[in-house]
């Protein structure tokens, strides 16, 4: 028995080693990534200077045109993420602040994801591989309930989100295989699909009264003066429990309720996301009202 | 309370750790505590079900020591049969009654009758299948007098309960596994040592090809009207490997599983896809449930005795019960009748029994024979998994037809954002490891043992696939 009980140990202690050498070699190959997404991107990059940021869902991924914003002499990229929650946002932000970006505005959008604090899984998990690598991520991080087994069993994040950060990923990003995530300076445009889901029912959604992440995301800009513009994006036409926006409206009187910008359905891919024309059409409104000298 | 999850991996040290330092002191009380921890480990899925699992389980034990005190042939079969009927009865209710009710109403319907059947709302309790089957095994083996009957119920409740083999086998018999439980069990390093190396190696199966073959297998059958031929081609080798993992990986982790308490259990798999014609593959592929039906059905019903006429009868029986045996599902039984077809030839031209040795290769002509019979082999395997995998003959027989129809042999890009050919690679080391390493249970033993087994750990943590988790499949059965 003895001598299982030794070889037990010795199995268990390769698992631990081979997990260390693993983890090491993951975390490498995510530190020389800069083409495959925008967290890696941000998170290897050096000072950036850029008139207009979007960040948020894929509300603000499939919404904000950037080149519009190039277009009008403005450097602009689109951070948003689709499936992202208000907690990855904030984080993106915070690095782009601590690799020094100079912005200038910041555009949030902020509606749907005011009803949660929780991270999005799969698009948090992103930012995972920099966790020994970055105060700023651990700090993000340490609340949340899975903090522990994330941060100090070796390869565990790679493991729980295999399907973002596992082996797969780390290969394309060992070769450098690109992806279309920064392409059209991060914006992603949709096509009108048909048949799509034109019908969306929000009737039991409410907006945290203060959401931790927006109330974050608001006082980076203020401290590093950065011109925060909160807007809520069109929804398509069929959708129940519309007053959600007014009571977004009511709770946060300082994000603007742009819901009625575009309503007709032929400018949407899907309820919530506008296709490539009514992204179009959005963007313009937004220049105008906010980057439009009057 | 699946083997490959956190649960298992702490359950199983604290059983462990019971069994051989606490409980080790006579045979009675390790069989008490493999009981106790078989019945925790079974009632993590459903508590309820446990009733029907004591029940089954008083039911053989108390019918066939009434067999075997049976003064009179005819006290003797009112025993058997009890047994036998109550047994299929539940197997009947759970799993089979909707499905027979729907059927009988689609008939009438079709007939012009409209019906609309009584379907019962119940859950099928997982493993039913398999510890009926020990349980009819012990009962029928007691009834022709192969064997005596189990007089102390605990080791009897053990035979049939015993965690590693509850849920999805192996099928044991009482003559392998009754002796084994009836003397106390001494602590052998080696065997442990094998029961760990087929522990690791049953994982790799699982979480590294079952579960990622699982991935790409779905996404190109639940889109197969959009997928071209090489994709379908490569769906039904997937799923092919898919199920091989899941499976066999499952019986590689109870055998190991129970090494480390000291008993041995049937072999179930043994490389099936290296197998050179459909008799020799249904050798090696879950050889206890074909050897269960060989013993218990073909050779009752005359076996290969009697006229020519008699042989295909029963051959196609026990691949069409072998079939819906898996589930209540039309597909079953045609994926069954497809293997009988198969067999068919091999049958009579009476050369079913014709591959009997263990494959050798050599640079000659023979062993390019030898390599494309099993090449064939395989394809026929994956054109009758279709009709496993697929939800209704229709979407089988559809998917089949595309295959050939198609025509474009372009890499596609599927649903789930993966190109259909990335896990070829992956598949044909897992090949070249497994027949590199035929003619042992497991490829880990052996020379340098400890860095494959940390090779194997690596695949286990690097290449498996755990967010998109996969239950076994054989459990749903």
Redesign the interface.
Same mark, same amino acid.
Request: a positive charge; glycine letters at 8%; aromatic letters at 24%.
């Given at each position: 028995?003895n001598?299982?009980l030794i070889? /037990?140990v010795?199995?268990i202690v390769? /698992?631990a080693?081979?997990?260390v050498v693993?983890d090491g070699l993951y975390t490498a190959v995510f530190m020389q990534s800069r083409n495959r997404g925008k967290v890696e991107t941000v998170f290897n990059s050096e000072a950036k200077k850029y008139d207009v940021v979007i960040l948020g869902s894929s509300r603000a991924n499939n919404h904000f045109v950037a080149q519009m914003f190039e277009d009008k002499g403005l450097k602009a990229f689109n951070y948003g993420m689709s499936g992202g929650h208000l907690f990855e946002a904030s984080l993106m932000l915070k690095l782009m602040i601590e690799r020094k970006y100079v912005i200038k505005n910041v555009i949030l959008e902020a509606d749907l994801n005011l009803s949660g604090e929780k991270k999005a899984e799969g698009i948090a998990a992103l930012f995972l591989p920099y966790i020994h690598n970055s105060e700023t991520i651990k700090k993000h991080f340490e609340n949340e309930k899975d903090f522990y087994e994330l941060y100090y069993i070796p390869?565990y994040r790679?493991?729980?989100?295999? $399907?973002?950060i $596992?082996?797969?990923e780390t290969f394309f990003t060992a070769i450098h295989k690109k992806t279309s995530m920064l392409d059209n300076l991060g914006y992603y445009p949709l096509l009108k699909t048909k048949g799509a889901n034109m019908k969306n029912d929000i009737v039991n959604l409410n907006p945290l009264p203060h959401n931790k992440y927006y109330e974050e995301i608001k006082s980076l800009c203020k401290a590093n003066n950065i011109n925060f513009i909160a807007v809520m994006t069109p929804m398509c036409e069929n959708v129940k429990g519309m007053d959600y926006f007014d009571k977004v409206k009511k709770a946060y009187p300082e994000i603007l309720n742009y819901e009625n910008a575009v309503v007709e359905d032929k400018y949407f891919s899907s309820c919530g996301h506008m296709n490539d024309t009514g992204a179009k059409l959005f963007t313009a409104r937004i220049i105008n009202d906010f980057f439009v000298k009057k | 309370m699946f083997f490959n999850s956190l649960a298992f991996a702490v359950f199983l040290p604290i059983v462990f750790f019971l069994y051989w330092f606490v409980f080790n002191k006579t045979k009675s009380t390790q069989n008490a505590l493999l009981i106790i921890a078989s019945y925790y480990f079974y009632s993590c899925w459903d508590w309820r079900f446990l009733f029907l699992l004591v029940f089954s389980t008083f039911l053989d034990y108390y019918t066939g020591i009434q067999i075997e005190k049976g003064k009179s042939e005819k006290s003797r079969k009112f025993w058997f049969w009890l047994s036998i009927i109550v047994n299929l009865g539940f197997l009947g209710i759970f799993k089979y009654y909707n499905f027979f009710a729907a059927s009988f109403s689609e008939l009438l319907g079709s007939a012009g009758i409209q019906a609309s059947p009584i379907l019962l709302n119940v859950i099928l309790p997982v493993g039913i299948s398999f510890y009926t089957f020990h349980g009819l095994s012990y009962v029928i083996d007691i009834y022709y007098k192969r064997i005596k009957a189990e007089y102390n119920f605990v080791d009897y409740s053990l035979f049939v309960s015993y965690f590693p083999l509850l849920v999805a086998g192996p099928i044991e018999r009482a003559t392998h596994l009754l002796p084994q439980v009836k003397v106390k069990r001494e602590f052998d390093f080696q065997v442990a040592k094998e029961g760990i190396y087929q522990i690791i190696w049953g994982l790799v199966k699982k979480v590294v090809i079952a579960d990622t073959c699982a991935i790409y297998a779905n996404a190109i059958f639940d889109h197969y009207t959009s997928m071209n031929s090489f994709s379908l081609i490569l769906g039904a080798i997937y799923f092919a490997f898919q199920i091989y993992g899941d499976f066999s990986g499952y019986s590689d982790i109870a055998l190991g599983v129970s090494k480390l308490f000291g008993l041995d259990l049937l072999r179930n798999f043994n490389y099936p896809y290296f197998s050179r014609d459909i008799a020799e593959f249904w050798r090696r592929w879950h050889i206890s449930l074909s050897s269960w039906f060989r013993d218990y059905l073909y050779i009752p019903l005359g076996g290969s005795k009697g006229g020519l006429w008699m042989k295909i009868r029963n051959t196609f029986i026990i691949f069409v019960v072998s079939g819906f045996w898996h589930g209540a599902n039309w597909t079953y039984v045609v994926w069954g009748f497809i293997n009988a077809v198969y067999f068919l030839p091999l049958l009579l031209s009476n050369s079913n029994r014709n591959n009997m040795d263990a494959i050798q290769l050599k640079f000659n002509f023979d062993s390019v024979k030898v390599l494309l019979s099993i090449l064939y082999t395989f394809s026929l395997t994956c054109i009758a998994w279709v009709f496993f995998r697929a939800k209704s003959i229709t979407d089988a027989v559809q998917y089949l037809k595309r295959m050939i129809t198609s025509k474009d042999f372009s890499f596609q890009y599927l649903d789930n954002e993966r190109y259909s050919y990335e896990l070829l690679l992956m598949i044909g080391l897992f090949v070249l490891v497994e027949w590199n390493n035929r003619n042992k249970i497991e490829p880990l033993s052996g020379k340098s043992s400890l860095l494959k087994l940390a090779l194997a750990i690596a695949a286990i943590l690097a290449l498996g696939t755990y967010s998109d988790y996969k239950e076994f499949i054989y459990f749903q059965f």
């Open positions: 028995m001598k299982f070889y /037990t010795k199995i390769i /698992t080693l081979v997990a693993l390869f790679y493991i729980k989100y295999d $399907g973002k $596992g082996f797969r | -």
